[in-house]
């Protein structure tokens, strides 16, 4: 393979280009290529040096094919010195992003110019790490401590001109990256700038107050997280230290942040959403026209998907049963549009053109004879999707695609009301539908496999995560949902609160216990569901019914201000209210139940337990393909501790066969949802882990 990176001489200019497509990652031999030329620079006449990305992009971080393997030389900390210590100019081009490694080799060089749209970011915190070839020390140098981990801590992405006006770019241009590069060398050399290295620069002031503020932010917005606050102390401290001290504090972090479970947990988040993607059976097949979309109902869901779909580029039909509800529906698509406009997301005028042009809010099913794709977002009732369904059937195109938006009804069933079973699918998208990543492909019996690859194709079309699942009560993630939060309802009735379960929970790292969730989505939700499953209910089946009786109180949760917890403005996130516990223990009384205490850890390994076992039966019985399948359904859908790595490898990570003696003791008292899962027997007796799975 040709050297992706090569040195070129332009006169006094000497051009190191860095070819390693698609992103000109910083592999080994990209870090060999820069010291070499780097070195070819140093002994050549040129008298100052350009380094510029080819393609699209500069630098857009580490190669992601050496993760996992052991490191080798040159690492790119001493790659970044090498530049660095050059004794002439050495001007950086930054087009497209430079991310994580990228943006740290722009920092070792000594002036940086940015095209207009690129973008800088330091997202290692991403991967459970901390920036690891410099950027702990040298951004900090440059720009201030605050304002730099302000940029390491969020790892969000800053633009050219917020880089210009915090001082990462000197200077901004309109050329191509050559061009521009070319132009600033010329600048350097017409002025005669001298080598200006930023690991020699002093520290500015901090604002202490600042930082202080800074850290409680951080915490309170990665809850469990350790790498984001060790960033912070790396480069407090190791900015207080000659240059080279700082680097080694910085690496010692790195290596400590790697070997964390985090660290493993995160990596395994990271390939895992690229893998379900990736589905054998659509391989090589080609997805059908995907440019008019269809929707029926404009309520929360169906409003959302609208959005989502204007934002992506797609024309939208939206079908509402009268005048009164097509205005309604097109007012609320409207607000949400507006709030992303105001937001910077969306120019003024852009949103008219889509309200005006791409959008057609009407009670006509005859207007969707041409869509390829209709989303059905109705009332969660097999009756009205069945009728639904037989309109669509009946003015639809041939090949338009039909998908369901269920959250728990078969989909199989409801294909059976058309004469096109294969053009039927289930897309279930979670709530709001323009903003959660999340969308679960229920691919059932008949779904041809063209129709699958159009509902992956949909899911990158609006940046979203698909995961296939197969045609159950609730598919992955909903199933799921349903035996872990029965197993939180059995502890409440055997004596633990549901604010204990709460706080144990938002301490193991979830955002939201069960019962603020519940309070959040409203109460009603709830209830309707355990109205549905009724008929299916099995004898001497345990679960809490307190929720039944504060949805006949009237409290139906924040929307009323009272749920399990008090929402007012005293307390708008909510406080505990006591008379809930008193519901509880009546209905305990009623059951015969002693309750007994709880302790949070306990409260964790149930909770968990439950949800891992009921994945084990999802994965065994084919609904998910893969144990990354249901990982990737609870961290996008359910609020799953990224850190944590999602259900099943954290199951790995505590050991399989400690999970199983947590469910064969809970089990003892009788309960169905404690039925060990077959596949789970068969690791641990095989001494084999989900992962070996995947």
Same mark, same amino acid.
């Given at each position: 393979?040709?050297?992706?990176?090569?040195?070129?001489?332009?006169?006094?200019?000497?051009?190191?280009?860095?070819?390693?497509?698609?992103?000109?990652? =910083?592999?080994?031999?990209?870090?060999?290529?820069?010291?070499?030329?780097?070195?070819?620079?140093?002994?050549?006449?040129?008298?100052?040096?350009?380094?510029?990305?080819?393609?699209?992009?500069?630098?857009?971080?580490?190669?992601?094919?050496?993760?996992?393997?052991?490191?080798?030389?040159?690492?790119?900390?001493?790659?970044?010195?090498?530049?660095?210590?050059?004794?002439?100019?050495?001007?950086?081009?930054?087009?497209?992003?430079?991310?994580?490694?990228?943006?740290?080799?722009?920092?070792?060089?000594?002036?940086?110019?940015?095209?207009?749209?690129?973008?800088?970011?330091?997202?290692?915190?991403?991967?459970?790490?901390?920036?690891?070839?410099g950027g702990t020390q040298r951004l900090p140098r440059l720009i201030g401590i605050v304002p730099a981990a302000e940029i390491f801590t969020s790892a969000k992405m800053i633009s050219a001109e917020d880089c210009l006006a915090l001082g990462i770019a000197d200077d901004l241009s309109n050329d191509d990256p050559f061009e521009a590069g070319m132009a600033m060398a010329?600048?350097?050399?017409?002025?005669?700038?001298?080598?200006?290295?930023?690991?020699?620069?002093?520290?500015?002031?901090?604002?202490?107050?600042?930082?202080?503020?800074?850290?409680?932010?951080?915490?309170?917005?990665?809850?469990?997280?350790?790498?984001?606050?060790?960033?912070?102390?790396?480069?407090?401290?190791?900015?207080? /230290?000659?240059?080279?001290?700082?680097?080694?504090?910085?690496?010692?972090?790195?290596?400590?942040?790697?070997?964390?479970?985090?660290?493993?947990?995160?990596?395994?988040?990271?390939?895992?959403?690229?893998?379900?993607?990736?589905?054998?059976?659509?391989?090589?097949?080609?997805?059908?026209?995907?440019?008019?979309?269809?929707?029926?109902?404009?309520?929360?869901?169906?409003?959302? @998907?609208?959005?989502?779909?204007?934002?992506?580029?797609?024309?939208?039909?939206?079908?509402?049963?009268?005048?009164?509800?097509?205005?309604?529906?097109?007012?609320?698509?409207?607000?949400?549009?507006?709030?992303?406009? #105001?937001?910077?997301?969306?120019?003024?005028?852009?949103?008219?053109?889509?309200?005006?042009?791409?959008? /057609?809010?009407?009670?006509?099913?005859?207007?969707?004879?041409?869509?390829?794709?209709?989303?059905?977002?109705?009332?969660?009732?097999?009756?009205?999707?069945?009728?639904?369904?037989?309109?669509?059937?009946?003015?639809?195109?041939?090949?338009?695609?039909?998908?369901?938006?269920?959250?728990?009804?078969?989909?199989?069933?409801?294909?059976?009301?058309?004469?096109?079973?294969?053009?039927? @699918?289930?897309?279930?998208?979670?709530?709001?539908?323009?903003?959660?990543?999340?969308?679960?492909?229920?691919?059932?019996?008949?779904?041809?496999?063209?129709?699958?690859?159009?509902?992956?194709?949909?899911?990158?079309?609006?940046? #979203?995560?698909?995961?296939?699942?197969?045609?159950?009560?609730?598919?992955?993630?909903?199933?799921?949902?349903? =035996?872990?939060?029965?197993?939180?309802?059995?502890?409440?009735?055997?004596?633990?609160?549901?604010?204990?379960?709460?706080?144990?929970?938002?301490?193991?790292?979830?955002?939201?216990?069960?019962?603020?969730?519940?309070?959040?989505?409203?109460?009603?939700?709830?209830?309707?569901?355990?109205?549905?499953?009724?008929?299916?209910?099995?004898?001497?089946?345990?679960?809490?019914?307190?929720?039944?009786?504060?949805?006949?109180?009237?409290?139906?949760?924040?929307? =009323?201000?009272?749920?399990?917890?008090?929402?007012?403005?005293?307390?708008?996130?909510?406080?505990?209210?006591?008379?809930?516990?008193?519901? @509880?223990?009546?209905?305990?009384?009623? #059951?015969?139940?002693?309750?007994?205490?709880? =302790?949070?850890?306990?409260?964790?390994?149930?909770?968990?337990?439950?949800?891992?076992?009921?994945?084990?039966?999802?994965?065994?019985?084919?609904?998910?393909?893969?144990?990354?399948?249901?990982?990737?359904?609870?961290?996008?859908?359910?609020?799953?501790?990224?850190?944590?790595?999602?259900?099943?490898?954290?199951?790995?990570?505590?050991? /399989?066969?400690?999970?199983?003696?947590?469910?064969?003791?809970?089990?003892?008292?009788?309960?169905?949802?404690?039925?060990?899962?077959?596949?789970?027997?068969?690791?641990?007796?095989?001494?084999?882990?989900?992962?070996? /799975?995947?």
């Amino acid at each position: 393979m040709e050297n992706p990176v090569r040195y070129e001489a332009h006169g006094d200019i000497g051009v190191i280009r860095v070819d390693n497509p698609p992103v000109n990652a =910083t592999s080994h031999a990209v870090r060999e290529g820069l010291v070499a030329c780097a070195r070819e620079f140093a002994a050549s006449p040129q008298k100052v040096a350009v380094i510029v990305g080819e393609g699209r992009t500069f630098i857009a971080g580490a190669d992601i094919t050496e993760f996992g393997k052991a490191p080798r030389e040159p690492h790119l900390p001493d790659a970044i010195n090498v530049i660095e210590a050059l004794d002439k100019p050495v001007v950086c081009v930054i087009h497209g992003t430079a991310l994580g490694g990228g943006f740290e080799v722009a920092l070792g060089s000594h002036y940086r110019v940015m095209l207009r749209g690129a973008r800088i970011g330091l997202p290692e915190v991403n991967l459970g790490l901390l920036p690891g070839a410099g950027g702990t020390q040298r951004l900090p140098r440059l720009i201030g401590i605050v304002p730099a981990a302000e940029i390491f801590t969020s790892a969000k992405m800053i633009s050219a001109e917020d880089c210009l006006a915090l001082g990462i770019a000197d200077d901004l241009s309109n050329d191509d990256p050559f061009e521009a590069g070319m132009a600033m060398a010329r600048k350097v050399l017409a002025e005669g700038l001298p080598v200006r290295r930023v690991s020699e620069m002093s520290v500015p002031p901090t604002d202490e107050a600042a930082l202080e503020a800074l850290k409680k932010k951080v915490a309170r917005a990665n809850r469990g997280h350790v790498c984001h606050l060790k960033a912070i102390e790396v480069a407090v401290e190791g900015t207080k /230290l000659p240059f080279t001290e700082g680097m080694k504090l910085e690496r010692a972090a790195f290596w400590e942040m790697m070997q964390t479970p985090q660290r493993a947990a995160m990596i395994h988040a990271f390939f895992a959403e690229r893998k379900v993607a990736s589905l054998p059976e659509i391989k090589g097949v080609e997805p059908r026209d995907l440019s008019k979309i269809g929707i029926i109902g404009g309520g929360t869901m169906g409003g959302g @998907i609208a959005v989502s779909c204007l934002l992506s580029g797609l024309s939208v039909t939206l079908i509402e049963r009268d005048a009164e509800s097509v205005e309604k529906a097109h007012n609320g698509i409207a607000r949400t549009l507006a709030d992303s406009v #105001k937001r910077g997301k969306l120019g003024a005028e852009a949103r008219d053109m889509l309200l005006s042009e791409r959008l /057609l809010v009407t009670d006509s099913y005859g207007k969707l004879s041409d869509a390829d794709l209709v989303i059905e977002a109705v009332f969660e009732s097999m009756e009205v999707k069945k009728d639904v369904f037989t309109k669509l059937d009946a003015v639809c195109k041939p090949g338009a695609v039909l998908a369901s938006n269920t959250s728990y009804l078969d989909v199989d069933e409801i294909a059976a009301m058309t004469k096109r079973p294969e053009d039927v @699918i289930g897309l279930h998208f979670f709530s709001p539908a323009h903003v959660m990543k999340l969308l679960e492909v229920v691919v059932a019996a008949k779904t041809a496999k063209d129709v699958v690859a159009t509902g992956f194709a949909l899911a990158k079309k609006l940046k #979203k995560v698909p995961v296939r699942a197969g045609v159950c009560d609730g598919f992955i993630g909903n199933r799921i949902l349903k =035996t872990y939060r029965t197993a939180a309802d059995i502890m409440v009735l055997e004596g633990a609160s549901p604010f204990q379960v709460d706080k144990a929970l938002e301490e193991f790292g979830f955002a939201m216990g069960p019962y603020a969730v519940a309070d959040l989505a409203g109460i009603d939700i709830g209830y309707l569901t355990r109205k549905r499953l009724v008929p299916t209910r099995k004898p001497g089946e345990r679960f809490g019914e307190w929720g039944d009786v504060l949805y006949e109180l009237g409290r139906l949760g924040r929307k =009323t201000g009272r749920g399990h917890y008090i929402y007012d403005d005293e307390t708008p996130k909510g406080r505990p209210d006591p008379e809930v516990e008193e519901i @509880i223990a009546k209905e305990r009384r009623a #059951k015969g139940i002693t309750p007994r205490d709880f =302790t949070d850890a306990e409260i964790v390994e149930r909770y968990m337990a439950a949800m891992i076992n009921e994945g084990a039966k999802v994965v065994g019985e084919g609904i998910a393909q893969r144990p990354l399948d249901v990982d990737v359904t609870k961290l996008y859908g359910y609020g799953f501790p990224r850190f944590r790595g999602g259900p099943m490898h954290y199951a790995d990570e505590i050991g /399989l066969a400690k999970v199983l003696a947590t469910i064969e003791e809970a089990g003892k008292a009788g309960d169905d949802i404690w039925e060990p899962a077959p596949l789970l027997k068969e690791l641990v007796a095989g001494d084999k882990t989900f992962a070996s /799975l995947n």
